[in-house]
């Protein structure tokens, strides 16, 4: 309900989001239950910036991703980020699949499109989840 609420008073804006929990093997500690956490919105080919989004969905309680790391990119830092227990688990020792890599400011190229990278853990590699 509250997703359907931002979406109508968002109207024309696509809101991109994960589910997660009872749906994959990878489980979060949710064998019965499934979540949803926004991470990304478009409105006519124009990116929102996660600054602008992430307010916008708190002011629903609809839950966005984590920033679990905000400065300059360093790739051995994201290794090392990557790597962790997930933040967003409801069990301890729970595996990251990885992080979503988004630059401060919104960034095209033109074979690619929109700038956002996913690193993939080693953990989640390894399990062949």
Not at 9 to 38: H, N, P, W
């Amino acid at each position: 309900p509250n997703i359907e609420k931002w979406c109508r008073t968002y109207a024309g804006m696509v809101l991109y989001g994960e589910i997660y929990g009872a749906v994959q093997s990878l489980k979060y500690g949710l064998d019965k239950d499934v979540r949803f956490t926004g991470f990304a919105a478009v409105h006519h080919g124009v990116w929102l910036r996660q600054p602008v989004l992430f307010p916008s969905l708190a002011d629903f309680d609809v839950p966005h991703v984590p920033i679990i790391y905000s400065g300059a990119f360093d790739i051995d830092r994201i290794k090392e980020i990557a790597e962790q227990d997930s933040i967003i688990a409801e069990t301890h020792g729970h595996m990251m699949e990885g992080v979503v890599i988004v630059p401060s400011r919104e960034r095209y190229h033109s074979l690619i499109g929109r700038v956002a990278l996913k690193y993939i853990s080693n953990r989640y590699w390894l399990s062949n989840a």
